[in-house]
């Protein structure tokens, strides 16, 4: 059998060892063959691919961003759809596919796999923000990698003794904010899930204040401010006509001192966080994730992803992966709010 695989969308930390996963069980116990599409959907639509021997995943698990290249790419557009996919993987000789995405990823497989196309898939999202996984590789490096980047913050915070303001990653969930948030100690973290009033943070950041502490606060890029109707935006679109999210950090700066009277500084951390090399823990997941896909692919589990339960690696439906977006519960909120200040 031969098989093809892509990465689309957002790259993240692991993305790299789900491939050499798939590529060394699919080898070495099924002797299957292996071709990696070329920028994701775009390889998918234009039959552009390159061949995945054993030798080409050497070594890359270590690796962050993909060997494959990605892109923000609608299979469905710009010539595409089931029937010309169809028609580049009859002349490659590709059997089924494997595709590692987040949501519109594998919303795009679904609608594929329902055309007849044998496709399984792979969640990823550094924003963990996938239902019907606990947790998804690339996670655990942004929240190590913010987590690093907020205690330096936290020094020259200390030393000039300023508030601090870390804007994160998470455009509909806060769950990089809480965990970099709680392994930091911030004094306050903002959230898409919990609107807050402008009062509130500040009397945060008082309270910190008064305790002879730097104020600290991190904030998800997607947090909406009690009383904002979209999470700030004032850069475009992006390749899904979404709204690029960023810069709501250096909105509240500005607002804390002036009712505070506390010197703010915003830092935005931005895509250093889907870089470099993955945690032991992503690397691990990353690795069963692909291994478990030759699982699917050799039992014909059409139309389903890899997904962790606990610390099991299950197969669900598409459908179970797409119904909504794993938010922060409320109770883990309160959990992380009752420290606050």
């Not at 790259?11 to 060892?17: E, I, K, S, T």
């Not at 830092?267 to 896909?293: E, K, N, S």
Request: glycine share 14%; net charge negative.
């Amino acid at each position: 059998m031969k098989i093809g695989i892509l990465t689309s969308g957002g790259d993240c930390p692991g993305l790299n060892a789900v491939i050499r996963g798939a590529v060394l069980k699919g080898i070495a116990v099924h002797g299957q063959e292996f071709v990696g599409y070329r920028d994701g959907w775009r390889g998918v639509v234009e039959g552009d691919i390159v061949d995945l021997p054993r030798t080409s995943v050497r070594g890359i698990a270590k690796q962050g961003g993909t060997i494959l290249g990605t892109s923000r790419t609608n299979p469905f557009e710009n010539g595409g759809g089931p029937e010309v996919i169809k028609g580049h993987m009859d002349r490659l000789g590709i059997d089924a596919m494997i595709a590692i995405g987040g949501e519109g990823t594998l919303a795009a497989a679904k609608r594929l796999t329902d055309a007849g196309l044998k496709i399984v898939g792979v969640p990823k999202t550094v924003d963990n923000d996938l239902d019907a996984t606990d947790y998804t590789f690339g996670f655990d490096t942004a929240v190590e990698i913010a987590t690093e980047a907020i205690d330096r913050l936290r020094t020259t915070g200390e030393s000039h003794h300023r508030c601090m303001i870390a804007e994160v990653m998470g455009r509909h969930v806060g769950w990089i904010a809480l965990h970099a948030g709680m392994a930091s100690g911030a004094h306050a973290i903002l959230i898409p899930e919990q609107p807050v009033s402008m009062e509130q943070i500040a009397k945060w950041v008082e309270q910190a204040h008064g305790r002879g502490r730097a104020p600290l606060v991190v904030v998800a890029e997607g947090f909406v401010l009690e009383g904002m109707s979209a999470p700030h935006s004032e850069r475009g679109l992006d390749g899904y006509g979404r709204p690029r999210l960023g810069g709501i950090a250096e909105q509240l700066a500005p607002e804390i001192e002036s009712r505070t009277g506390i010197e703010t500084r915003a830092t935005i951390l931005g895509h250093i966080q889907r870089g470099g090399v993955p945690t032991a823990f992503d690397r691990v997941l990353a690795t069963r994730l692909g291994m478990a896909a030759i699982d699917s692919v050799v039992e014909g589990r059409w139309g389903t992803m890899v997904s962790l339960d606990g610390t099991e690696i299950v197969h669900v439906g598409f459908d179970a992966a797409l119904g909504r977006l794993k938010t922060v519960p409320q109770h883990r909120y309160d959990e992380a709010a009752a420290i606050f200040g």
